[in-house]
């Protein structure tokens, strides 16, 4: 997938948690965006169950230029989204 499209995408994801924030109703928000769900039913589906679902596509597309830019190696890239879902996912939350 290029930039462009990528970034595209990431704009469609940020209408649909707009959308969700705005409390959507779930029928109504699978019909805007049944296209969408076509396509890519993953991250459709992580969109309504994730909130940080965008801050990770984001994440994923700045190693993606990384990678293609700067020549950072795909275990690099692997490793440093890894590390930020551990963080996310495994490291206590401070009350």
Not at 20 to 42: A, C, G, I, R, V
């Amino acid at each position: 997938m290029d930039n462009n499209t990528y970034s595209k995408m990431l704009q469609i994801v940020q209408n649909m948690t707009n959308d969700l924030n705005d409390n959507m109703n779930f029928e109504s928000f699978d019909s805007k965006y049944y296209d969408f769900k076509q396509d890519h039913p993953k991250i459709f589906n992580m969109v309504k169950s994730d909130t940080n679902c965008l801050s990770k596509l984001k994440q994923i597309q700045q190693l993606k230029i990384n990678k293609e830019q700067k020549g950072l190696s795909h275990y690099d890239a692997s490793a440093a989204f890894g590390q930020s879902l551990a963080d996310e996912y495994l490291t206590p939350k401070e009350s």
